[in-house]
């Protein structure tokens, strides 16, 4: 008798050793009893009996996938490559095995091909312009396609696009003359705001006689600051004001008349002296 119990103790133990699984936190396990399933067990120590279940392991962590570059026409004919990378995680580990053969794959297929169709009907500008726009609508189309497969796509994120060699340049082009536009305009607002002070400040001086002066002066103290120059002083002509009044009142006066003589005294007739000699 002891020679069939031990045997049979032995395949006991070790039936009941192999019928254990262990799944980590992050993992489920889609259980199927002889052929139907019983649900997603997990996660720690779990007792499957062999030959009679199957057990398929699916992960719960976030994905990173990445979509090949996908060759793209836009909306205005511009050919591009575009590659992206789409973030997703499974949410129901049963659907994600019963719902579809092969969810990474699928997954992955219908991301290219949602990629070209919606930057098809993009503009060139839009797609560089607004790509968090564009993310967003990738991500909500992918999403709401995976939802039946069980699986959440928390994010895609469009990586690189690879324009033509003549695009390039006419893109460059197109940024420096933008530059140039913004250069010239900066320029003629500054010039347009300098002479707006200019015309201020004239007037100001206008106002105030003695603030030519003052500005005057300040010209020279400025000048005199660089010793290796040669300096020129312009002198106002309103300093010689005073004595240039004087000479012209001294030149209006009438011709000073001649001393007067003593009654009876005949007065000498002007000198031909110089009139004969001339």
């Known amino acids: 008798m002891n020679e069939f119990l031990l045997p049979a103790v032995g395949v006991v133990v070790l039936y009941a050793f192999a019928a254990l699984n ?84 699928a997954t992955s297929q219908l991301a ?16 560089l312009m607004n790509r968090e726009k564009i993310n967003e609508i990738l991500k909500n189309i992918i999403d709401k396609r995976t939802e039946d497969w069980g699986v959440e796509v928390s994010a895609v994120e469009v990586k690189d696009v690879d324009l033509p060699p003549e695009m390039k340049r006419a893109m ?15 320029n003629a607002e500054g010039e347009l705001q300098a002479s707006e002070k200019l015309a201020q400040a004239a007037r100001i001086i206008g106002s105030e006689p003695a603030a030519i002066q003052l500005r005057y002066l300040q010209t020279v103290s400025e000048i005199a600051s660089e010793k290796s120059s040669t ?48």
């Open 22 to 105: 262990v799944f980590r936190e992050y993992e489920r396990g889609v259980v199927f009893f002889l052929g139907r399933s019983w649900g997603a067990k997990g996660p720690g120590l779990v007792f499957l009996p062999p030959l009679l279940t199957k057990v398929q392991k699916v992960s719960l962590r976030v994905i990173a996938l990445d979509i090949p570059p996908q060759d793209v026409i836009t909306r205005d004919n511009i050919s591009i490559k575009v590659n992206a990378v789409l973030y997703m995680r499974v949410a129901d580990p049963v659907r994600a095995v019963i719902g579809v053969e092969n969810y990474l794959y």
């Open 112 to 127: 290219q091909t949602t990629l070209r169709s919606v930057l098809g009907e993009t503009e060139m500008d839009e797609l």
């Open 172 to 186: 460059a082009r197109q940024a420096e003359a933008e530059r140039e536009r913004r250069a010239k305009i900066i």
């Open 231 to 278: 300096t020129i002083f312009p002198i106002p002509i309103d300093l010689f004001k005073g004595l240039l009044d004087a000479v012209g009142r001294r030149a209006g006066d009438p011709t000073p008349a001649l001393p007067a003589r003593a009654s009876g005294e005949p007065v000498p007739a002007p000198s031909t002296a110089g009139k004969a000699r001339a």
